[in-house]
């Protein structure tokens, strides 16, 4: 039998582990993966008891974005792109604490789904970033969720010069909370649920739904032309040069796109 995507274990009472499991892909975000951390966040807040989801990912890193294989399938793109606004959306707007344990790498719509959560704690060697404009794509669905959590021009530099930065710098921006050594990632995260535990549990919820009501984050009209932009992005020559040379492993050659229509 394949092995799932996602899995689900409690902790202790009112915290449970979700864990990506694609290792061998550095948890890229596929379509179904993407569905099955929807539907095991989803059905752990049906639960009164649950209060906390830590989300972590197996192997070497935390996630390494969208799976670019699958991204360059025209087929799917509509369907791809849907996903990352419902698991964006989810995390965001679950009524449990997501907290985001993160080593390795979180990039791309990767390092989109570890701002998602409400609290983050990044291993030291951690590299992170949003490279999309360097794979000829436009990280429009998680700008809903960094233009309303980081200072504007923090953004920019994210988004525009495309480069991983560091977890002290990802610190420094308020992009995770807390960096402490690989093995005590964790640890750290299980801290921090335990710590909102100790708050009452209706009071947490509502907080977190006024925080998400301030944010703006699902009630954002320009949603919707967030979404066009990312669709747009995401059929053209650019993006196809883009998943070709990051596949092959070289440098995109841009030159000839020049003054192309999107």
């Known amino acids: 039998m394949t092995a799932p995507l996602v899995l689900v274990e409690p902790l202790e009472p009112g915290v449970s582990i979700v864990t990506l499991n694609r290792p061998e892909r550095r948890n890229a975000l596929s379509i179904a993966l993407m569905r099955e951390l ?3 966040i989803q059905s752990l807040a049906a639960d009164p008891r649950e209060r906390v989801v830590i989300l972590r990912g197996a192997g070497p890193a935390f996630c390494a974005g969208l799976d670019l294989q699958e991204a360059a399938d025209p087929q799917l793109i509509d369907s791809s792109a849907d996903w990352v606004k419902r698991t964006l959306s989810t995390i965001r707007e679950t009524s449990l604490i997501t907290i985001a344990a993160a080593h390795g790498g979180a990039v791309a719509g990767g390092a989109g789904v570890m701002a998602a959560c409400d609290l983050a704690v990044a291993a030291k060697d951690i590299k992170l970033g949003f490279p999309e404009v360097q794979r000829g794509l436009v990280p429009a669905l998680v700008s809903t969720v960094l233009c309303g959590k980081l200072r504007d021009s923090d953004v920019r530099e994210l988004f525009l010069l495309g480069e991983l930065i560091s977890a002290e710098r990802a610190q420094e921006m ?4 807390r960096v402490v050594p690989a093995k005590q990632v964790l640890n750290e995260a299980l801290r ?19 925080l998400n009501l301030h944010a703006n984050f699902e009630a ?10 990312h ?11 883009g998943a070709a040379a990051f596949l ?9 796109l020049i003054g192309k229509t999107p």
């Open 38 to 40: 929807c539907e095991a």
């Open 174 to 177: 308020g992009l995770v909370q």
């Open 192 to 210: 921090l649920a335990q710590t909102i535990l100790w708050g009452g549990p209706e009071s947490v919820r509502q907080t977190k739904r006024l």
């Open 220 to 229: 954002d009209e320009r949603v919707e032309d967030f979404i066009a932009s």
């Open 231 to 241: 669709l747009q992005a995401r059929r053209s020559e650019e993006a196809r040069e």
């Open 248 to 256: 092959e492993k070289r440098l995109p050659s841009w030159a000839p």
